[in-house]
């Protein structure tokens, strides 16, 4: 038990995420020595994630700065305080405000310690997806509590070390489980489980561990996986800890998350979502492409029928030097934030890849995710907008304007207005007009 802790002390505990999460910001306290400290800003909320402290750590002065960083983002905080972190941090943390919740065990095995269980008949795993979404968020709010929601999961971000699994019986979707792959540690990590499956758990093992034949997630293939967390309430969820205890789990700990409030009142939503395979993506592509008659082509320019009010440049400036690009996009992200008002998010579409809905004022500063909009179309198209398509930008990187190495459209009166005389000394003089040519 002695040699699972530690490893979970090592590679878990103050773990900084690389990339950071959609929407998050992650710090370390830089006036903390000795241990690991991140201190994580999503914009709804905020949570703080360290290692064992040394013990002359001043506990309630390490307590304040967090407190007064989530105070500044009006940002409800959570603190996972573990059994054996020093005794003296819980009432520290209860004389700043916060309240300890229930206690859960925190339960580590072995990869190879967890024991095959065959499906049944008529029952297969389906990754989740449109077809069992619904289904497996509904049965994610029904259960629990989980180590982090299904909610919280999705709203992480589209990436490889993220999955969802839903059990499926014929066309039912009986259960679900999610879980993630701490790239450059040894451990997966089991988020959730709807129901005590233990089909589930080797299933996990199966996808992560070293021993064990590769699954077809090509960055869980490479992964060196040889351990499994998990948190579970045992008074709560009785059953899904004893089949933890009879699969190979060990409890090595126990932890309590304390909570504290803000004044004010926290956003509902964070400054970043990540879209992709979901409606929200779909239709605002939809109605992009069938207002604009997108037509994307390497020879077919100038892509879309540009509006009345705009204005379309030449990029080879901003090709040829990075600090004019690097200039271009600040010039049109503050263009975009100040033509719009609070409360409106925009959105960042790059064809074929992830796109981004987001909050501008909440991005790009300090403490804050970097901005997500781009207007130098770097191989690709990069396109920015309005939900109402009122306004924005259309980077085309393969028209042949005088030099041939791509143009930008930007469209909107407001928009025109703030930035168009700052476009034209960065970039040179406009090759078209409301999709006219100049001259």
Known sequence: MHVLRHAYDTHLRGHLPVPPKAGAVHLQDPHLTGARLVRSHFGTHGSVDHGPLPPETDLSALVARQQERFEAHTEPARWPVHAHDPPALAPALHAAGFVPGPERSVLVAELADIPSVHLAAEERFRENDRVTSNAVRQLAAASGPHRRSLVEHESDGITFEHRTLALVHQAQVRAASWAVLRTGTPFVVLEGMTAPHPEFLWEWAHRAGTVRPKSGWWVWDQ????????????????????????????????????????????????PVTELLDDPEHDDIWDRFTSRFFFAP?????????????????????????????????????????????????????????????????RVGGPEQPRNPAFAFPNGDYYINLTKDLRLGTFGHPWEEGPHGQGTLCVFGTELLARVEDHLTRLLGAPIRRSGRPVG
Request: glycine share 6%.
């Open 223 to 270: 992964a060196q996986a040889r351990l499994m967390a998990a948190e579970v309430d045992p008074k709560a969820q009785p059953d899904l800890h004893e089949m933890l205890l009879n699969s190979g789990f060990h409890e090595i700990t126990t932890v309590r998350t304390h909570t504290w409030s803000p004044t004010g009142a926290p956003a509902t939503s964070r």
């Open 297 to 361: 082509s390497t020879t077919l320019f100038p892509g879309i029928v540009e509006p009345a009010a705009s204005v379309t440049w030449p990029l080879h400036r901003a090709d040829e030097d990075p600090e004019h690009r690097t200039e271009l996009d600040r010039t049109v992200r503050q263009g975009l934030a100040a033509s719009v008002p609070a409360g409106e998010s925009l959105y960042a579409l790059d064809w074929q890849h992830i796109g981004h809905r987001y909050d501008p004022r």
